[in-house]
């Protein structure tokens, strides 16, 4: 009841910010800035850097309130304004989800009104989607915020020739993880039933283009090492100069230094990344070493990072 209460609650205030958004939309056709897009792989360090970025600079992005209501995100982030506090930060997340009205989201259901969650795909879909409509979205988010406008989503990682198309020049910020670390912890969270769920093939999250394996190590590992196999191929193809890959470790270790890298990458292409004052980054986050599997797992876990083979599109 309470599920059913929350969605006629939903369904009746879309309904009611319709006009608004389609205001809005007609207002923000194009976007004074490139657009930026966090990439990696699940359980890869995506939320945590995308928190960073989003209280250390200045940035327009989708927050839980726009993701509530995903029909009207404009609407919802300019009522969002006088309504709820700014986001205050603890750097913490329950698998991706990050607390609070104004964290930044990915923004999932506002996407899937667009882009399908699943396969690779590329700019050859373009004339079969609502492209004015979800360039202004994004460009509506940008001017409400007079800021660069960011979103992390790792259904992006094989979508990134899609997004170029949509948004040229859009730059991709992309980490990495250890692979060992990242596959144990995609492992545990389908144990655990965190995150997504499975779709009709068992997949967990993002589908990479070498998707497949009969138990969860190796389509764990087929994950860790296919969407960054997608993302480097992909990158390439639009231009490595759009393209920056942000170690997890690394980032851990010295945040400050970390987003100082990020700023130095980004201002080239016309975007004023300048430290918020009131937001001080932290020195560091206490990087755990990963629990092993079980020896057979871990054994298995190894023999398929080290030598699992990985089908390219072209």
């Known amino acids: 009841m309470k599920a059913l209460a929350k969605s006629i609650t939903r369904s009746t205030v879309h309904t009611l910010l319709a006009p608004f958004e389609a205001r809005m939309i007609a207002q923000h056709p ?3 800035w490139p657009h930026v897009f966090i990439l990696g792989a699940p359980r890869s ?3 945590l850097f995308y928190e960073l970025m989003t209280t250390g600079f200045e940035f327009a992005y989708f ?3 726009a993701h509530r209501f995903y029909k009207t995100p404009l609407t919802a982030t300019r009522l969002g304004g006088w309504m709820i506090a700014p986001h205050t930060p603890a750097y913490q997340s329950d698998y991706g989800h990050i607390s609070g009205w104004a964290a930044p989201n990915e923004g999932g259901w506002i996407w899937q009104r667009w882009l399908e969650d699943g396969p690779w795909t590329d700019e050859r879909v373009l004339p079969t989607l609502p492209v004015d409509e979800i360039r202004a979205t994004l460009a509506g988010m940008s001017a409400l915020a007079e800021a660069p406008f960011i979103n992390k989503n790792v259904m992006h990682s094989n979508r990134v020739r899609l997004l170029d198309a949509l948004f040229p020049g859009c730059l991709f910020l992309e980490v990495q993880r250890d692979a060992s670390d990242t596959a144990r912890s995609i492992i545990r969270a389908q144990r655990r039933n965190k995150g997504p769920k499975p779709d009709q093939q068992a997949w ?7 998707a497949g394996g009969d138990t969860l190590i190796e389509r764990a590992c087929r994950q860790v090492l296919g969407v960054a196999q997608d993302i480097e191929r ?3 193809h639009i231009g490595p100069d759009r393209h920056l890959r942000v170690d997890y470790e690394a980032l851990c270790a010295n945040p400050e230094h970390t987003l100082k890298d990020v700023a130095r990458f980004l201002r080239p292409h016309g975007l004023p990344v300048t430290p918020r004052a009131d937001a001080p980054v932290p020195t560091g986050f206490t990087l755990r070493a990963s629990k092993p599997l079980a020896e057979d797992e871990e054994a298995q876990l190894a023999r398929l990072l080290a030598t699992q083979p990985m089908a390219v599109k072209s």
Request: aromatic share 6%.
């Open 30 to 32: 194009i976007a004074r």
């Open 45 to 47: 360090g995506t939320s």
């Open 63 to 65: 927050s839980n309130l």
């Open 204 to 210: 967990w999250s993002v589908r990479p283009s070498n």
């Open 234 to 236: 992909d990158c390439a």
